[in-house]
């Protein structure tokens, strides 16, 4: 048996092979090995992860790495074959507990509230950007339609195929990329970030699409934690290979591959976040999403059983209010109420309470946050909302 490596630039362990003729002459080319691949791993394994294990520290690999074939004991191998096998085992669980199916927007009962023309736009366009990020106001189904675009594009409903962070003012090039990290031992050893753990998944399987999908992307600190990404995520520069700060050796180098896609998420109601820094911004396409109560909505609601008065009435009356919304110059299109606080209600549920509760608990909160200077308009736009017919 053999562990597979791939060498720089990937510098990861990527298959288990078997011999299937030992050293042997050829007149072609004189002496060979033949091999067969036994398993190609979905999770590789990154030269790093086996260089910070102590039990390793003695393997011929390591010591001497000039050479084409090295020699390792039972225990290295088993040794290897564990971090391998570790590092897989949430694959094996997306593949049990998942069932994949093939996936079309078209034939989806559960589509985005949006109309197939503006879905096959989005699809377009991230095709050719390769990075998007779908912006608006809380509520209307950015993280899910993120998925979707995902599934569409893969034409399957393939959740291994997607990694999803959420950004924070904590979060840094350390978590994203790669950095040092306290072992058990005291000391500290390289890490990859979660991207950079992504990304060599992706380049394992050049034939499938991979997406990263980032939620709220404009609370991290942009440049910090995307550091030389800036660069190797743009359209043309994908497969260029920079050395990382934290490289180790002067030969180590990271690229994103062609068959990556970056989906981020914006909320453009969130007064306390900066402007998206501009050098980010040229490298991303944005996507503005409004709220949606169209035939599809409806038809949502009338499937999850909410009656035909009260449909008409939240389509109606939060329609007029996210007119208010948008034409009040101190807030706009951004504070908008999204369809997603309404896709809520169980049928056993009664819908006159389930609304009361909707209004007490979720928008009326808001829009006191709205108004906070105007308690007249949101009283007024409270009384709006209320229904209470049965």
Known sequence: MLIGYESTPSKQVKAILEITKGIHTRKDIGEVIELQVAEIFEYPVHWNDLKSIPALKDCEVFINNQCSLFALTEEEFDIIREVVDEKNIAAEKV?????????????DPDQPFMNEPEFRQIISLLTRKKNIILQGPPGVGKTFLAKKIAYEIMGETNDLCIEMVQFHQSYSYE?????????????????????????????????????????????????KIFGELMMLIETDKRGWELKLTYAEEEDERFSVPENLYIIGTMNTADRSLAIVDYALRRRFAFV?????????????????GVSRPLTEHIIRQIT?????????????????????????YRKEEEEVHWWQEIVTFELK????????????????????????QI
């Open 95 to 107: 593949w049990n507990n998942n069932e994949i199916r093939p996936y079309s927007f078209a034939n």
């Open 175 to 223: 978590d994203f990329i790669q950095g040092l990290r306290p072992s058990a031992e005291g000391s500290f050893e390289l890490k990859d970030g979660v991207f950079h753990t992504f990304c060599q998944r992706a380049k394992a399987h050049p034939e499938k699409k991979y997406f990263f999908i980032i939620d709220e992307i404009n609370r991290g600190n942009l440049s």
């Open 320 to 344: 007029s209010l996210n007119k208010e919304i948008r034409e009040d110059i101190h807030l706009g299109e951004g504070f908008q109420i999204g369809h997603s606080y309404f896709c809520t």
């Open 365 to 388: 909160p808001l829009l006191e946050e709205l108004w906070f200077d105007d308690p007249h308009k949101c009283r007024q736009m409270l009384r709006l909302l209320e229904w209470n």
């Open 288 to 304: 503005s999403l409004q709220p949606d109560l169209n035939e599809n909505f409806w038809s949502y609601l009338t499937i999850q």
